[in-house]
């Protein structure tokens, strides 16, 4: 049987013992000291005294009885056995307390302070496996493997806390990254499902301690407890496959264009070109734009290619590199590894040459 229990149950029964000692000494205390009879105004002696020589003699008077009085030695013995039960009671307390703390600093890696973590730990595991079930499910996967288009994968080995142990910098790192993204989402592309804010200082629904769980489910959580989403799912009612919502789809014509140009976040065409006039690239060799739609491709190379294919920039952006091998710029259709549709291509082609003819949206 476990100590702790021991010590609980002999804890219980101390207790309990002090309580029923301080009732009978209350008890006791009771029964010795006299009983005092209720008095209704004052209760009176009539002694008579026959009538004396001279005057001088009293005639009948009252007198008040004398109330009757505990022995005082009987007080004091009693009074001595309850200061000495008292102390042999209050010393029982201390030696059970001191050897509850000695046995548990005592024991090896173990102190009670780390096992209140340790416990603590196993219910923010828990209590953000729930979290996760209601929140994360649909996007990140019934068992944390990530769903294409929406959340990435979290049950994974670069997350555990037992694979990062061993490097605390490392741990350090892992953990403050994902702390930031359950606080503060991770905006995608149009395409693809944004991580939302979650915190509730960042306009989310979880406070500090809630955040806490989920972090500490991602890191610490056992396979057994990943395979139990589905089972909490259908427990609160909901449906135990993913139910990911669809991702948002920029408008269409020339506004769309310009969405998808200028908010998306992950290699959008302003993490190269410029769209101000005047201001240089991020990337030297791509060309600003802000004036595309009057002046058009600044390289002969791409002038020659408008001139034969009116389909060229759809094309180009579809798929530059198997137009240019080596160029910096990546292919972006759906067909070639990208992103984007073949409306949405359309859609910025006709944003770019709109650009410094002042029609451009804005």
Known sequence: MDVNLLLAVASVILMLVLTGFFVWAVRHQASVDPVEEEVRGVALLRQHYAAGATLEQPTPYWVSPIPASPDPLEIAANLDKKIVLSGATLFAVFLLTGVYFAMSVGAVGSNPRDRGAEHQLKQRVVRGGAIYANLCYDCHGERGQGISGAGLPLNIDANRHSTLAADPAKLAERETALRLVIERGRAKPLGQLSMPQLARYEGGPLGPEAVNQVLAFIMHAAPAQWDDLAHIRLAAGLQEKPQTPEAPRAPTGAEGGRVLIRQNTQQSCTTCHSFTAGQASTLPTAPNLAEFGTKGPVTAELQRLKASDPQWLQKWIANSPGIKPGTA????????????????????????????????PK
Do not use: C, H, W
Request: no cysteine.
């Open 329 to 360: 710029m990546p292919p972006f259709s759906d067909k070639n590894g990208g992103r984007l549709t073949d409306q949405e291509i359309n859609s910025i082609v006709e944003y770019l040459n709109l650009l410094g003819t002042g029609r451009e």
